[in-house]
């Protein structure tokens, strides 16, 4: 029967379905899908339909490929990051991490932790709103949960603000960056967070050993003191297929 004008396209009516079905538990985590020509019998259609199917689910980082093994879903649990309560003076500023609350109990590391003083980039300058190659301090780190590399964060922070305080530390101390500007008198009040999704460069891929076809999360944060001078942005890229990204905001 033909399709109907404003009908989804059949693969997409498949992929949904067995979307639904991991969902439900038919499918469970570690579990092992119907092969592509299994798929196309059950449901009608050519194995060319069924394989786009697959690609949905696999472009989504709900299953992975497994050469000469098939289509599994993955066991990993994801980080929910709830960007509101992380970010609230009553997490860093009780000397607790923001990551505290996304991760709930599981184990976290930062590796490869890069502490430099270096003239600003132009682009991290104008939103510093400091001149062009004025001193900043980067701190470069990639986050690995459960030993899975899930983020790469690269932030800056003004020298004015940073020098002599731990922030120019590997350790920066309870509480993190945020922590130590307010106690010198430059803790934000405020946060923008910018997100784009897109596909990962050949470096990001191999850097967060992403599986093919596994996109990324790419967020610019600016925190801000009450003066509306901005004191931190930090760049991160995030593993798309590691994250449930919430927002909750009051009526």
């Given at each position: 029967m033909p399709r109907q004008s404003g009908e989804?396209?059949?693969?997409?009516?498949?992929?949904?379905?067995?979307?639904?079905?991991?969902?439900?538990?038919?499918?469970?985590?570690g579990s092992l899908l119907p092969p592509e020509r299994k798929i196309a019998e059950l449901e009608g259609v050519a194995?060319?339909?069924?394989?786009?199917?697959?690609?949905?689910?696999?472009?989504?980082?709900i299953t992975e490929a497994r050469t000469g093994a098939g289509v599994y879903v993955r066991t990993w649990r994801p980080?929910?990051?709830?960007?509101?309560?992380?970010?609230?003076?009553s997490q860093w500023g009780e000397g607790r991490s923001i990551w505290d609350v996304d991760i709930d109990k599981r184990r976290l590391e930062a590796v490869g932790v890069q502490i430099e003083q270096l003239p600003a980039p132009?682009?991290?300058?104008?939103?510093?709103?400091?001149?062009?190659?004025?001193?900043?301090?980067?701190?470069?780190r990639k986050y690995l949960v459960e030993d899975v590399a899930v983020m790469?964060?690269?932030?800056?922070?003004?020298?004015?603000?940073?020098?002599?305080?731990?922030?120019?530390q590997v350790d920066s101390g309870p509480g993190g960056?945020?922590?130590?500007?307010?106690?010198?008198?430059?803790?934000?009040?405020?946060?923008?967070?910018?997100?784009?999704c897109r596909m990962p460069?050949?470096?990001?891929?191999?850097?967060?050993?992403?599986?093919?076809?596994?996109?990324v999360v790419?967020?610019?944060?600016?925190a801000m003191r009450a003066d509306g001078r901005v004191v931190e942005v930090n760049r991160m890229i995030l593993d798309a297929s590691r994250y449930l990204l919430v927002y909750d905001f009051p009526a």
């Open positions: 989804p396209p059949k693969y997409q009516e498949i992929a949904d379905k067995l979307r639904r079905q991991i969902g439900d538990g038919t499918y469970p985590p194995v060319g339909t069924a394989r786009r199917a697959l690609a949905v689910l696999r472009d989504e980082g980080i929910v990051r709830n960007a509101v309560p992380r970010l609230s003076q132009p682009d991290v300058a104008r939103t510093l709103d400091i001149e062009d190659g004025a001193p900043v301090w980067r701190r470069n790469r964060s690269t932030a800056y922070i003004p020298d004015d603000l940073a020098r002599g305080t731990r922030i120019t960056t945020y922590a130590r500007l307010r106690e010198a008198g430059h803790g934000p009040v405020r946060f923008r967070e910018e997100l784009r460069s050949a470096s990001e891929a191999e850097d967060l050993e992403l599986k093919p076809g596994t996109p790419e967020m610019c944060r600016t």
